[in-house]
């Protein structure tokens, strides 16, 4: 499997990634900052995301919330609620584990250049940025 954006192929790339940091920023929502090795070369766009590889050989999604510009960190937002037991194992292992792999780029819905987000965030949606951020009290 490939995709192909602006003319460019980029094949997803199973990595690995330092756990720089695993901080909460709200009761139910963590944050996680990965760093890429310096010799791997990879390459993602607004929209796309990332399989996080558990131990069991399971792989949970994440949408990339850091820009492209940003690499070789990559920021990922991880909503564990209590029962949501995928979440809260991926919790477990960001905490446990100093290097994790990911595979990456997924998915080909991107926002281009120009273009608006088409939904919006809702402010009575409990993942809205300002949440995350801690300010939507």
């Not at 929502?29 to 760093?35: F, G, H, N």
């Not at 510009?69 to 809260?88: D, M, S, W, Y």
């Not at 009575?124 to 939507?136: E, F, I, K, L, Q």
Request: net charge positive; hydrophobic share 40%.
């Amino acid at each position: 499997l490939f995709l192909v954006h602006r003319g460019v192929v980029m094949t997803p790339k199973t990595v690995a990634c330092q756990v720089k940091n695993l901080e909460p920023v709200s009761q139910d929502t963590w944050r996680a900052c990965l760093r890429l090795s310096v010799i791997e070369r990879v390459r993602f766009e607004a929209g796309h995301y990332l399989f996080l590889l558990m131990p069991d050989g399971a792989r949970r999604a994440f949408s990339i919330a850091s820009a492209p510009e940003a690499l070789p960190e990559i920021e990922l937002h991880i909503r564990a609620t209590p029962g949501h037991t995928a979440a809260l194992d991926v919790v477990e292992h960001l905490k446990s584990s100093p290097v994790v792999r990911v595979e990456l780029p997924q998915g080909q819905c991107l926002l281009r250049a120009g273009e608006r987000p088409l939904h919006p965030c809702r402010r009575s949606d409990p993942a809205h940025p300002r949440a995350v951020a801690g300010r939507d009290q």
